[in-house]
C-alpha cells in the first residue's frame, strides 16, 4: 500500500533518524543486541543497541557487528548511572556512533557536550516537564517523552500528561513519546499531535529476532495491561527506583522485604544504610534471569501496560508493517472524516 499521508506527517522524525519509518525500538538490557537492531534498521525502523553495563570491548564488537549486519543508522544506548558509563563515553568518542540516546538517569551538560563534538546526534529521555526543559537547556538535538505506562526504570507521569505539558510546546526540535504505544492507529494519532515519531519496546522483545526465552516471552503474550505493575515505595526511608514489570513471585517478595526492613528500621535493629543497600541488591541480576534463563517466578520480567497488546510472536518486519498499515490506514480514515 502507499503511505502517502504517513510520510507526510513523519518526515521530521524520519530526515533526523535517517530511517524510512520514525519507529524507534527502544533499547532493553539483555535483548537489544546487534541481531535485533539490524532487523529493526533493515526494516525502515531505528534501533539502538544498550550499552547498559557491557564491558567497554564487548560493546565495541557489538557495534563492530551491528555494523556488518545493517548500512542502516543505529545508535548507542548509554545509561548514565552504570559503572561502566565513562568508559562507553570514551568509547563514543573513539568510535564515533552516530545516534547517542542517554538513558538511565540525566546526563550533565559537559557530557552532552562531548557526545555532540564526536558529531554525534542527541537524544535525551524527559520523564517530567523540567526534565525537558533541562535537556533542552542542555543542548539535546532530540527528547524521548517516556510515559509512566513504559516497561523498564520509569518515572510517575503518565505519556497523555507529557504531551499537553511538553509535546504541545515545544516545535524547535524532534519529540519523540514513548510509552503504552504498541498500534499503528496510536501511531498515527501521536503524529497528528506533533510527535516526530514514536518508541516501542514491548511489541519488539517479543519479535521472532528477539533473544530472550521462550518462557519470557510466553509471560508477555500471556499477560495483560493490568500485569505490568510499577515497583511501590513503602517508606522514604527506603528509596526505591520505580521499575515497571510483569507481576509474578519476585513483586510480592520485594513488598515482603520492604516491610520487613521498616520493621527492623523502627525497632533500630538494622541500619538505614545497611537496609538501603538490602532493597539496591534484591534486583541484581534478576533482569538477565527472565531474559536469558527463562526464571518468569522470580526474574524480572520489564515490560510495559502495552503488553496487553501482545497476542503472538511476530517478525521485526511483520511488526513494522503492521504498524505502517494500521498508520496509514488511520490517517485515511481521518482525511476521509474531515472532507466528508
Same mark, same amino acid.
Given at each position: 500500500m502507499?503511505?502517502?499521508l504517513?510520510?507526510?506527517?513523519?518526515?521530521?522524525?524520519?530526515?533526523?533518524?535517517?530511517?524510512?519509518y520514525?519507529?524507534?525500538?527502544?533499547a532493553m538490557?539483555?535483548?537489544?543486541?546487534?541481531?535485533?537492531?539490524?532487523?529493526?534498521?533493515?526494516?525502515?525502523?531505528?534501533a539502538?543497541?544498550?550499552?547498559g553495563?557491557?564491558p567497554?570491548?564487548?560493546?565495541?564488537?557489538?557495534?563492530l557487528?551491528t555494523?556488518?549486519?545493517?548500512?542502516k543508522p543505529?545508535?548507542l544506548?548509554?545509561?548514565t548511572i552504570a559503572?561502566?558509563?565513562?568508559?562507553?563515553?570514551?568509547?563514543i568518542?573513539?568510535?564515533?556512533?552516530?545516534?547517542?540516546i542517554?538513558?538511565?538517569?540525566f546526563?550533565?551538560?559537559?557530557?552532552?557536550?562531548?557526545?555532540?563534538?564526536?558529531?554525534?546526534?542527541?537524544?535525551?529521555?524527559?520523564s517530567?516537564?523540567?526534565? #525537558?526543559?533541562?535537556?533542552?537547556?542542555?543542548?539535546?538535538? @532530540?527528547?524521548? %517523552?517516556?510515559?509512566?505506562? /513504559? &516497561?523498564?526504570?520509569v !518515572?510517575?507521569v503518565?505519556?497523555i500528561?507529557?504531551?499537553?505539558?511538553?509535546?504541545?510546546?515545544?516545535?524547535d526540535?524532534?519529540?519523540?513519546? #514513548?510509552g503504552?504505544?504498541?498500534?499503528?492507529r496510536?501511531? @498515527?494519532?501521536? %503524529?497528528?499531535?506533533?510527535? /516526530? &515519531?514514536?518508541?516501542? !519496546?514491548?511489541?519488539?522483545?517479543?519479535?521472532k529476532?528477539?533473544?530472550?526465552h521462550?518462557?519470557?516471552?510466553?509471560?508477555?503474550i500471556?499477560?495483560r495491561?493490568?500485569?505490568?505493575?510499577?515497583?511501590p515505595?513503602?517508606?522514604?526511608?527506603?528509596?526505591?527506583? /520505580?521499575?515497571?514489570?510483569?507481576r509474578?513471585?519476585?513483586?510480592?517478595?520485594f513488598g515482603?522485604l520492604?516491610?520487613?526492613?521498616?520493621?527492623?528500621?523502627?525497632?533500630?535493629?538494622?541500619?538505614?544504610?545497611e537496609?538501603?543497600?538490602?532493597?539496591?541488591?534484591?534486583?541484581?541480576?534478576?533482569?538477565?534471569?527472565?531474559?536469558?534463563?527463562?526464571?518468569?517466578?522470580?526474574?524480572?520480567?520489564?515490560?510495559?501496560?502495552?503488553?496487553?497488546?501482545v497476542?503472538?510472536?511476530?517478525?521485526?518486519?511483520?511488526?513494522i508493517?503492521?504498524l505502517?498499515?494500521?498508520?496509514e490506514?488511520?490517517?485515511?480514515?481521518?482525511?476521509?472524516?474531515?472532507v466528508?
Amino acid at each position: 500500500m502507499t503511505t502517502e499521508l504517513l510520510n507526510r506527517f513523519s518526515k521530521i522524525g524520519s530526515r533526523f533518524l535517517g530511517v524510512k519509518y520514525p519507529i524507534i525500538c527502544g533499547a532493553m538490557t539483555w535483548v537489544s543486541d546487534p541481531s535485533l537492531v539490524a532487523a529493526v534498521s533493515n526494516a525502515g525502523g531505528f534501533a539502538s543497541l544498550a550499552g547498559g553495563n557491557t564491558p567497554p570491548k564487548i560493546l565495541e564488537q557489538q557495534i563492530l557487528e551491528t555494523e556488518n549486519l545493517t548500512d542502516k543508522p543505529f545508535g548507542l544506548n548509554v545509561i548514565t548511572i552504570a559503572p561502566v558509563y565513562r568508559d562507553h563515553l570514551a568509547l563514543i568518542r573513539n568510535l564515533k556512533v552516530p545516534y547517542v540516546i542517554f538513558a538511565g538517569s540525566f546526563p550533565r551538560r559537559s557530557e552532552v557536550e562531548l557526545v555532540k563534538q564526536t558529531g554525534a546526534k542527541v537524544l535525551c529521555f524527559a520523564s517530567t516537564k523540567s526534565i #525537558a526543559n533541562r535537556m533542552l537547556d542542555y543542548g539535546a538535538d @532530540a527528547l524521548i %517523552l517516556e510515559g509512566m505506562e /513504559a &516497561g523498564g526504570h520509569v !518515572g510517575h507521569v503518565t505519556l497523555i500528561t507529557l504531551l499537553q505539558e511538553v509535546l504541545f510546546k515545544v516545535s524547535d526540535i524532534p519529540v519523540f513519546v #514513548a510509552g503504552g504505544i504498541g498500534t499503528g492507529r496510536m501511531f @498515527a494519532h501521536m %503524529l497528528l499531535m506533533g510527535a /516526530a &515519531g514514536v518508541q516501542l !519496546g514491548t511489541r519488539f522483545a517479543v519479535a521472532k529476532e528477539s533473544n530472550a526465552h521462550p518462557s519470557f516471552k510466553k509471560a508477555f503474550i500471556k499477560a495483560r495491561a493490568r500485569d505490568a505493575v510499577s515497583t511501590p515505595q513503602f517508606d522514604s526511608r527506603l528509596p526505591v527506583v /520505580a521499575v515497571r514489570a510483569l507481576r509474578n513471585k519476585s513483586t510480592a517478595d520485594f513488598g515482603k522485604l520492604q516491610l520487613d526492613l521498616i520493621g527492623k528500621l523502627d525497632r533500630n535493629e538494622i541500619t538505614r544504610e545497611e537496609a538501603q543497600k538490602q532493597v539496591e541488591e534484591f534486583w541484581i541480576g534478576r533482569l538477565r534471569d527472565a531474559v536469558v534463563d527463562g526464571d518468569i517466578s522470580f526474574g524480572s520480567l520489564m515490560a510495559g501496560q502495552s503488553v496487553g497488546l501482545v497476542d503472538r510472536e511476530m517478525s521485526v518486519a511483520e511488526i513494522i508493517d503492521e504498524l505502517i498499515a494500521e498508520a496509514e490506514t488511520e490517517l485515511q480514515r481521518v482525511q476521509e472524516s474531515f472532507v466528508g
